[in-house]
């Protein structure tokens, strides 16, 4: 998990990313059958572009873990875990017709090797806005947390500060959702 290298070429330098945090949701079956009961209305729509956005929560429905990793200098990924092959395939490949990068991967799950599909976080937000401006999706209470979360750390100039404000804030975060605040 943390000390693990990414390079990066950059104007003729070798920029070497390191992980320092990983921040994961696992996702409860009533969570998951919650997203596909709201793709599936969804799916009803005469427009094209929220089927579009339904066929992707359909497909992110199948996603049993989210992961959130940081790494130093401050870049956020998202990797959206699934025990089905074939879903990560779809994601990957949605994200992909959107134009954003995703790269498919494997996340060590217990002892277990799940298909996983890694995006940039910020073209995550992106693209979550856009749906909410243009279909009034919303983000679930863990994203606007997360969000905030991302942002600050992104923004931040000192390593030592920024892992301070992590672990801070996601501690501060997860005691908020185990109270169900």
Known sequence: MVGSTRHHER?????????????????????????????????????????VEAQGMLDGSKCVMRVWEFYWPPRVFLVRVFEDPMAAE???????????????????????????????WEDHYLLGEFFREQFGAEWSRLDRKMNKIVRRYLAEKSEKRALRMLAREAGRMGAELMKGE
Do not use: H, W, Y
């Not at 921040?23 to 009961?37: D, F, K, Q, Y």
């Not at 790269?103 to 995006?119: C, E, N, S, Y």
């Open 11 to 51: 104007g003729g330098m070798v920029m070497v990313r390191r992980k320092v945090a990983e921040v994961a949701e696992l996702r409860g079956p009533e969570e998951l059958s919650r997203i596909a009961e709201e793709a599936m209305r969804m799916m009803e729509s005469s427009n094209e572009m929220e089927r």
């Open 90 to 120: 779809r994601v990957a490949g949605g994200f992909r017709a959107l134009g954003i990068r995703a790269q498919k991967t494997f996340k060590r799950v217990g002892d277990k090797a799940l298909p996983a599909v890694k995006i940039d």
